[in-house]
């Protein structure tokens, strides 16, 4: 069975620090992308990071650029979201999310939702001011 589970949100205050886990099993991990999205009330789900298992590569959103760090420990099979000087806007339901990685596909195409074959079951962040 797949399973993505996430793990490590919480409350804190604007300006620290979260790291997020996401936990992956049941497909082969080292053949996936994994991506962060991210959704806030009223608000449609956007793309935070994401990483290419398959080539290594990686990517962040301009909102989150400089301040979160995405890494695969593929020994885990788990990503990590490392989220520094958190901002009360970064407050959301965080999910990550694996898809098969398209080949010369541009980056856009790892920021679409309805791309990933799998998705966790979020877990919440709350920044508060």
């Known amino acids: 069975e797949v399973q993505l589970v996430e793990s490590g949100g919480g409350l804190v205050q604007a300006g620290g620090t979260l790291r997020l886990a996401c936990a992956a099993s049941?497909?082969?991990?080292?053949?996936?992308?994994i991506g962060w999205f991210r959704q806030a009330p009223g608000k449609r789900r956007e793309g935070v990071s994401y990483i290419n298992n398959k080539d290594g590569r990686t990517s962040y959103a301009d909102s989150v650029k400089g301040r979160f760090t995405i890494s695969s420990d593929n020994a885990k099979t788990t990503v990590y979201l490392q989220m520094n000087s958190l901002k009360p806007e970064d407050t959301a339901v965080y999910y990550c999310?694996?898809?098969?990685?398209?080949?010369?596909?541009?980056?856009?195409?790892?920021?679409?939702?309805?791309?990933?074959?799998?998705w966790g079951q979020g877990t919440q962040v709350t920044v508060s001011s």
């Open positions: 999310a694996a898809v098969l990685p398209c080949a010369h596909c541009h980056g856009a195409y790892y920021y679409t939702p309805a791309m990933y074959n799998y």
């Open positions: 049941g497909f082969p991990f080292g053949g996936y992308a």
